[in-house]
């Protein structure tokens, strides 16, 4: 159930945004052995001008500056090293198909735990 959401500044020219998420989904479905049913990635745009970083704003997103903004949310069961290889992961992809610098890619990642996620309309219960 690993969820991904992405923000960012519009960019300054056209971003095939719905490619991106759509083999970062695959990505992590291969890598991880999870059924692609089962993983969510969203993207969304911050308007312009609404993001500060280093106390400057911009209008667009910078390849350098302003970091894209990801939030991954996956289950608690996961090892440290199975986190690390899915943030490596994220990011690399991104890198790979947006004009963004891998090091300016923030990631956190939040775990979620048993019996605290809603989907498929139950309380998902896992066993560890």
């Given amino acids: ?3 991904v959401r992405i923000k960012s500044l519009p960019f300054d020219h056209e971003v095939p ?3 991106v998420i759509s083999a970062l989904s695959q990505a992590i479905s291969d890598a991880a052995n999870i059924e692609q049913q089962h993983i969510m990635v969203t993207w969304e745009y911050l308007a312009q001008s609404h993001y500060s970083h280093h106390g400057k704003v911009a209008a667009n997103q910078p390849i350098n500056t302003h970091p894209l903004l990801i939030d991954l949310i996956a289950p608690n069961f996961n090892t ?16 790979e198909q947006v004009p963004i ?16 996620v809603y989907d498929e309309g139950h309380i998902v219960e896992w066993d560890m």
Avoid at 80 to 95: D, F, G, P, V
């Fill in 1 to 3: 159930m690993p969820l």
């Fill in 17 to 19: 945004v719905p490619q």
């Fill in 80 to 95: 440290e090293k199975q986190i690390a290889s899915m943030l490596e992961l994220i990011a690399h992809t991104i890198a």
């Fill in 101 to 116: 610098a891998k090091n300016n890619i923030f990631i956190n990642f939040t775990p979620a735990y048993s019996d605290g």
